[in-house]
């Protein structure tokens, strides 16, 4: 397993941006499917992005798709969400995960059908209307 540490969340008006990060600790990172996900108040936790092994394929949740963007360093062991056009329904507490199956269970991952195999703490984001 690895253990992760989120950071980068805070209070930001509509329309601005955000950068959050995640720290991750442990063997391997680079043989994880990393991603994040996200919990508004009252509603379930929900995909929002993820991220191959190489960095080298990306998947987003719909609602997100072409304002955020997730990356990854191997050699620093971190992955990043940039977060643009921000609303106020992306208020949420955002998590970070990582998976050590294969891209092929990204689909999974973004259904809900499976659950990754570690999590971080989650970091707060609030978008003020």
């Known amino acids: 397993q690895v253990q992760l540490v989120e950071s980068g969340g805070g209070l930001v008006q509509t329309g601005g941006s955000l950068r959050l990060s995640c720290a991750a600790s442990?063997?391997?990172?680079?043989?994880?499917?990393m991603g994040w996900f996200r919990q508004a108040p009252g509603k379930e936790r929900e995909f929002v992005a993820a991220?191959?092994?190489?960095?080298?394929?990306?998947y987003y949740a719909d609602t997100v798709k072409g304002r955020f963007i997730i990356s990854r360093d191997n050699a620093k062991n971190t992955v990043s969400l940039q977060m643009n056009s921000l609303k106020p329904e992306d208020t949420a507490l955002y998590y970070c995960?990582?998976?050590?199956?294969?891209?092929?269970?990204?689909?999974?991952?973004?259904?809900?059908?499976?659950?990754?195999?570690?999590w971080g703490q989650g970091t707060q984001v609030t978008v003020s209307s």
């Open positions: 995960a990582a998976d050590p199956r294969g891209w092929g269970y990204v689909l999974d991952l973004s259904r809900g059908a499976s659950v990754p195999g570690s």
């Open positions: 991220i191959s092994w190489s960095g080298g394929y990306t």
């Open positions: 442990g063997r391997a990172f680079s043989n994880y499917v």
